[in-house]
C-alpha cells in the first residue's frame, strides 16, 4: 500500500517543498505479524496458512495468488486456478 509522505525536504536552491508535493511516495511497511486488511486478503489468510501477511499484502490479483499457491503448495496451475476460482466466488483482490 501506498501513501504520500509528508516530511519536507531542501531542494538545491534551499527552497523547501514536501514529498508530496515533488510526487514521491513512500511504502507503509507491514510486519509480517500484522493482520492484512479484512475482506478477500483477511480470507486468504485463514485458507493458506503458508503465507506471511507481507506476502498477501504484496498479491497484486488473482492470477498471482494462483502462482503463489503454485509455489507454496506445489500445485499444477489447473488445480491452483480451481482453488482460486472457488474461493474468491468472482472477488477480485
Same mark, same amino acid.
Given at each position: 500500500m501506498l501513501q504520500p509522505f509528508a +516530511?519536507? @525536504?531542501e531542494n538545491v536552491r534551499g527552497g523547501r517543498f514536501t514529498c508530496l508535493e515533488l510526487g514521491v511516495f513512500r511504502r507503509l511497511d507491514m510486519s509480517d505479524n500484522a493482520r492484512p486488511e479484512s475482506g478477500m486478503r483477511r *480470507?486468504?489468510?485463514q485458507k493458506w496458512g503458508k503465507f506471511s501477511a507481507r506476502e498477501? %499484502? +504484496?498479491l497484486k *490479483?488473482? *492470477?498471482d495468488l494462483v502462482m503463489q499457491i503454485q509455489t507454496k503448495y506445489q500445485l499444477d496451475k489447473? &488445480? %491452483?486456478q !480451481?482453488? @482460486?476460482a472457488e474461493f474468491a466466488q468472482? !472477488? &477480485?483482490l
Open positions: +516530511a519536507s @525536504v *480470507d486468504i489468510e498477501i %499484502a +504484496a *490479483d488473482n *492470477d489447473t &488445480q %491452483a !480451481r482453488d @482460486v468472482g !472477488r &477480485q
